[in-house]
């Protein structure tokens, strides 16, 4: 099965394997007809409006700013209903870089955002720290603090990165179960199991 | 300028000069507030504007130096006072009540090097956690991460602040008091709000819908930038002045390679200079295409954002082929600029100067007249030209109250004196001549590149430099115009190839700080106008 967008040829996707790994993933047991169909139609939708929660912290967040204007205009995409509140957003671009104080500021935002939920790590130091990487006030990677399902490297990345980013999370979205969920969803619960708020009782 | 530090020690006998490349003056901690006192009320001298303190640590002392500017006479000095105590408890009188910017400044210097200063009256941390473990700007930090590990457990808050006495026998005291009253109601706005401009949080105590209080509460994006920075090469430190004020990228990179070019001796090719200066015009004109859309946007009307980015976007692409890169350019070095022009650099320019008329033509039919606008905007957040010295408001925010604190002007560097361009200031002081100070000077800055284009000269754009930078041993102050304000830049070297304090004075700290100050008394919905107007970059505050 080819999952792509609208827009782009299958074949200009850098990187078919991982998604044709998922793919294989999700039928591995066989998919039933009617709850296939359902999935489909359902995985449609949502990848196709994908809204963001307004999260920015620095450098990356002016890039995203502009990847909302004329220009790059994420509109075409279904993107740009940008939200301010998480609890009405589907993902949550972390442009820019996440400090010790920000840290628990930033895991409430996810939790508070509703299921399914989608992290995009943008830019070298959402993704490890980047060039701030050996500060004392500076989280090396938000992968150890929430799940994270694209990586968009630079610094920061261009607009066309972050397109290509969304999009990649627009696939992945195709690829999903919705209904008795297998791949993605128990992932999250497992890496949120391993990663517990401290301080709180679940 | 040598005379300056020769006029004080007349006046003040206690104090002593600092031999060195700029004048400095010390003081024992016991006469340090009456020699302040006297530096900003004597007539000769009038240091009214307290440009940046800097905390130092020489390993056998703990210190500060406090540079003054008087706006009066033009004329910047260092004060150093030393530390008394021991290194467990350090303390120098505060000046809070002469600079109303120090209580900000001291509170920083607090938080990186853990000295106490005698009667500011809120010692919190300012970027670190209440609980954090050590000073991370000392020299024998211990930089473990098992002490301060990253959590995600909520940070410990407090309703309470410290203030710092002596009793009788000399001894250092701490008293609690209340940052907000008793039945205060306060309301949290930040870190995560789309009207903060990134992650600043204010704790606003309101009345029903005045505003009673505001504390500012920073550090949601402290990266250690000066810490960091010693650990560094002096051409690696350059990178990280793109990613404080992203927007004044090569204004800043300017500044800290002038201020390097000058330790060292280096003397730049004329072309580098006219390169450098066009870059730092062009990146005054897109931040404040920028802040002309985010402001509107704050203010409800969207569609400005996208009128305003237009020009934004044309000034990228000239960037990007010159630089390679549409943000965080990294495109001056020390010596000259890394690349030479791009070939059509200048058709690029003269394509911009020629729609950049008609844009803000554009942008005052649209938004400036707008009633709604101008009900918004006009007499609401003034700040006067007194308080905008006392809190150090500069750059376009301080002109637009009446204080000329152009550093271009003032302390012309790199080719600024040889340019016809004016200055823009207005009086009024509120969110309207902030807006409108912005809007003129980008015709002012369209002006300096209308005037630099035919003009470039050629040559080689960078010199040569050894690949391995010592400075000499020495402090050097620099001050320069970004596109938000006066960007101060203090350099330490021991001689070696690393810097050994590097601070950052940057412009939006004190523009923060001064937000509690205004707001005081206004609507809750003026506080985004005000803080809009104000323009801050919350990675700039913090570093």
Request: glycine share 8%; hydrophobic share 40%; with cysteine.
């Amino acid at each position: 099965m080819e999952v792509t967008t609208k827009s782009m040829p299958y074949d200009a996707w850098k990187d078919n394997e991982y998604i044709e790994k998922l793919v294989k993933e999700l039928n591995e047991n066989g998919t039933n007809v009617i709850v296939g169909s359902l999935d489909k139609l359902i995985n449609w939708g949502r990848s196709n409006s994908i809204w963001p929660l307004t999260f920015a912290t620095s450098c990356c967040g002016i890039e995203f700013v502009s990847l909302g204007a004329a220009r790059f205009d994420m509109a075409r995409f279904g993107w740009e209903v940008a939200r301010s509140s998480p609890r009405q957003a589907d993902f949550m671009m972390v442009a820019g870089t996440i400090v010790h104080r920000m840290v628990p500021v930033f895991r409430r935002l996810y939790d508070q955002l509703a299921e399914p939920k989608y992290v995009i790590a943008c830019g070298g130091c959402a993704i490890s720290g980047g060039p701030f990487r050996k500060s004392y006030h500076v989280a090396k990677g938000i992968g150890d603090i929430v799940p994270v399902d694209v990586y968009v490297p630079g610094c920061p990345p261009r607009p066309e990165a972050m397109i290509y980013g969304i999009m990649q999370l627009s696939r992945k979205m195709k690829v999903e179960r919705f209904f008795g969920g297998v791949n993605r969803q128990e992932k999250q619960k497992e890496f949120l199991a391993a990663h517990p708020v401290e301080g709180v009782e679940d | 300028m040598a005379n300056i530090t020769d006029k004080i020690v007349k006046l003040f006998p206690d104090a002593t000069v600092v031999e060195g490349n700029d004048p400095m003056v010390t003081v024992a901690d016991s006469r340090w507030h009456d020699l302040a006192a006297l530096l900003r009320d004597n007539e000769e001298l009038k240091f009214d504007y307290l440009v940046t303190i800097v905390g130092m640590d020489w390993t056998e002392h703990l210190g500060c130096i406090y540079y003054l500017m008087s706006t009066e006479y033009n004329t910047v000095v260092g004060v150093k006072v030393l530390a008394e105590g021991t290194r467990e408890t350090p303390y120098i009188h505060s000046v809070a009540d002469l600079w109303a910017v120090a209580v900000t400044y001291e509170r920083e210097v607090f938080d990186f090097f853990g000295i106490v200063f005698i009667g500011n009256p809120d010692m919190r941390r300012l970027f670190l956690n209440l609980d954090w473990k050590g000073y991370p700007l000392r020299k024998d930090y211990d930089e473990d991460p098992a002490l301060n590990p990253v959590s995600t457990e909520s940070e410990r808050q407090t309703d309470f602040t410290d203030v710092y006495s002596l009793d009788e026998n000399g001894n250092v005291q701490k008293k609690e008091v209340r940052v907000f009253e008793k039945d205060d109601f306060v309301v949290n706005i930040g870190p995560q709000h789309p009207a903060t401009h990134g992650v600043l949080r204010f704790r606003t105590a309101v009345n029903g819908e005045e505003i009673k209080k505001i504390d500012l509460y920073c550090g949601y994006i402290h990266r250690g930038i000066e810490k960091l920075c010693e650990n560094l090469a002096y051409p690696q430190t350059l990178h990280f002045m793109d990613r404080m004020d992203y927007f004044s990228a090569h204004n800043y990179h300017h500044a800290l390679c002038m201020l390097i070019e000058k330790a060292a001796g280096i003397e730049i090719s004329r072309r580098a200079q006219v390169i450098r200066v066009m870059m730092d015009e062009l990146s005054r004109i897109a931040s404040h295409c920028l802040f002309i859309g985010t402001y509107c946007m704050d203010l409800g009307a969207t569609t400005m954002l996208f009128y305003a980015l237009r020009v934004r976007e044309q000034i990228l692409d000239i960037m990007e082929k010159t630089c390679g890169a549409r943000m965080t350019f990294n495109y001056e070095c020390i010596g000259g600029v890394m690349q030479d022009l791009a070939p059509d650099f200048v058709q690029d320019v003269k394509a911009l100067l020629e729609v950049l008329p008609k844009n803000i033509k554009e942008y005052n039919e649209i938004f400036t007249g707008n009633v709604i606008a101008r009900n918004r905007m006009e007499g609401v957040g003034v700040l006067s030209r007194e308080d905008a010295i006392s809190y150090a408001v500069t750059g376009p925010s301080g002109r637009a109250s009446g204080w000329a604190c152009d550093m271009r002007k003032l302390f012309p560097y790199s080719i600024y004196s040889e340019l016809d361009f004016e200055e823009v200031v207005m009086t009024e002081g509120d969110s309207m001549a902030r807006f409108k100070c912005r809007m003129r000077e980008m015709e002012e800055s369209a002006k300096i590149l209308a005037q630099l284009v035919d003009n470039i000269p050629e040559g080689e754009y960078c010199v040569k430099v050894p690949k391995v930078l010592k400075l000499p041993v020495g402090s050097w102050f620099q001050l320069t115009e970004g596109c938000r304000g006066a960007f101060g830049l203090y350099l330490e070297s021991d001689g070696n190839t690393k810097p050994y304090r590097l601070k950052i004075a940057p412009p939006c700290l004190p523009q923060a700080a001064v937000v509690d100050h205004i707001t005081r008394g206004q609507k809750i919905a003026d506080l985004i106008t005000i803080g809009g107007s104000m323009d801050y970059i919350v990675p700039d505050i913090d570093r």
